[in-house]
């Protein structure tokens, strides 16, 4: 009869003594040993035991790196203490068997502390006894950073417009790149990137906070005289050994409406009196003067317009907005005055406008021949070599080359007359003689106007002789 639990566990057997005595006397007794051998139940699941031998494990760890040591124990007997193990979740370590029930957890993968920095490994052990009991053990293994990322740039490019007559000091643009790792291997520092092609000197222009990657203008940028530049920014973390990368910023000089336009020749002068003449016969639409102006500014800073300014109730005359060019509005009258002092107002699109104004008296003459003086009171500064220069140059050449061939002719002529190999009556003598046209004059009809441009006013000058040829024959 069982008094009290029974354990495998504890007592795989009991040695039982029995003493046997009769009633009789004197009593007689006799003794016998009893052997009770106690059958396993399996009642005991597998127990796991895991030894670190790495607190963390680095990204970069070789395939096979131990990491735990893993024993499981089963207190049951025969196959109830038989026990399987292995890995639940799929993870990038493995089990391998050192001894029976003793296992080494190793790396069986590429790990990467940014894509997973620490992982939860599953372990079961199952028992071969009936029924079958398991336990599970979950070990966090954590993967310590190295420096295998560069800093990155968000944008391949970074453009930065600027507008000129910039403040000095000023951050004009903050770049900023992110690296992936952590601690020490993701501080970043900036710098500018020297290189071969760099040709404007950065030092002078511009300045960056190795810090926090703002860029501050050390100079005022002038659109006229730089409207874009470049440079190379290289951030570089704090790894051993540091990475590196970086990024080209194109700076843009935005031009603002700083320049007035300026009004060409020969208009150009300040200080001087501009005059042009007209016959009181003109009629409407008669061209009096051109007005040319250029601005340095660019866009519509630079688109210009034209706007006369004349004295109140006087509507003789027009300009074209955007040409510049002064014309007569209508025929003139008995009522008008003889000299139309004019102002002419040249605006550019910017905001605010700027403008330059130019002055000239238009004086009403009774004839086209009180003209030709008169309205080239300015002289024609030619910067480059004009229109009418080269016509004046091939007129030159032609006539020379042409007379040169005729007193050719004229000399081979008589010198065979002289000697005689032809007679008299079937010789046909031949002088010719040309006589070049004379030279366009001075004040001929075409004004040239900053050096390229060429005007005709509509009354013309007293027709010249044209070129002529004269030959005669002589026959005897």
């Given at each position: 009869m069982i008094k009290a639990n029974v354990d495998y566990e504890e007592n795989k057997a009991f040695e039982i003594r029995v003493e046997v005595n009769d009633k009789g006397q004197p009593p007689m007794s006799a003794h016998c040993k009893v052997l009770v051998e106690v059958n396993d139940e399996n009642d005991h699941a597998p127990e796991i035991t895991v030894t670190p031998l790495l607190n963390t494990v680095k990204e970069d760890a070789d395939v096979g790196t131990a990491i735990a040591l893993v024993s499981i124990v089963d207190k049951d007997g025969g196959k109830n203490g038989d026990v399987k193990c292995k890995i639940l979740n799929e993870v990038p370590f493995k089990l391998e068997t050192n001894y029976k029930n003793y296992y080494s957890l190793v790396v069986d993968g590429a790990l990467d502390r940014e894509i997973a920095s620490s992982y939860n490994v599953t372990i079961l052990a199952n028992d071969e006894g009936t029924p079958r009991l398991s336990n599970t053990s979950v070990i966090t293994i954590h993967v310590s950073d190295v420096n295998d990322n560069p800093p990155r740039f968000s944008e391949a490019v970074v453009n930065v417009y600027?507008?000129?007559?910039?403040?000095v000091g000023v951050i004009i643009k903050t770049v900023s790149a992110s690296d992936a790792d952590i601690a020490h291997n993701s501080q970043v520092k900036y710098s500018f990137l020297q290189t071969d092609s760099n040709s404007l000197p950065l030092s002078t222009m511009i300045n960056i906070n190795s810090e926090t990657g703002d860029i501050v203008s050390l100079q005022s940028f002038n659109y006229e005289e730089l409207k874009t530049f470049q440079f190379k920014v290289q951030a570089t973390d704090s790894g051993v050994p540091p990475l590196s990368s970086n990024v080209t910023v194109y700076v843009c000089i935005l031009d603002e409406n700083d320049n007035s336009p300026a009004i060409?020749?020969?208009y150009s002068e300040h200080g001087s009196v501009n005059s042009e003449s007209i016959p009181y016969s003109a009629e409407a639409g008669y061209f009096v003067a051109k007005i040319r102006a250029v601005d340095a500014d660019s866009g519509y800073n630079a688109l210009l317009s034209y706007h006369l300014s004349e004295p109140k109730g006087n509507?003789?005359?027009?300009?074209?907005t955007s040409t510049g060019e002064i014309r007569?509005?209508?025929r003139m009258s008995d009522n008008d005055l003889k000299t139309h002092p004019l102002v002419v107002l040249v605006s550019d699109n910017g905001e605010p406008s700027l403008s330059a104004t130019v002055s000239i008296d238009v004086v009403v003459v009774e004839s086209t021949a009180d003209i030709?003086?008169?309205?080239?009171?300015?002289?024609?500064?030619?910067e480059s070599f004009s229109d009418l220069n080269l016509y004046l140059?091939?007129?030159?050449?032609?006539?020379?080359?042409?007379?040169?061939l005729s007193l050719i002719s004229l000399i081979a002529v008589k010198c065979h007359r002289t000697d005689g190999s032809f007679s008299s009556s079937d010789t046909m003598k031949s002088d010719v003689v040309v006589f070049p046209a004379p030279f366009p004059p001075v004040d001929a009809e075409l004004i040239s106007i900053n050096g390229g441009d060429t005007f005709?006013?509509?009354q013309t000058l007293p027709n010249k002789d044209k070129s002529s040829v004269h030959?005669?024959?002589h026959v005897p």
């Open positions: 600027v507008k000129e007559n910039n403040k060409l020749a020969p509507n003789l005359f027009r300009i074209g007569t509005k209508r030709q003086t008169q309205f080239r009171h300015v002289p024609i500064k030619e140059l091939i007129a030159i050449v032609s006539v020379s080359v042409i007379f040169l005709t006013r509509t030959a005669s024959l």
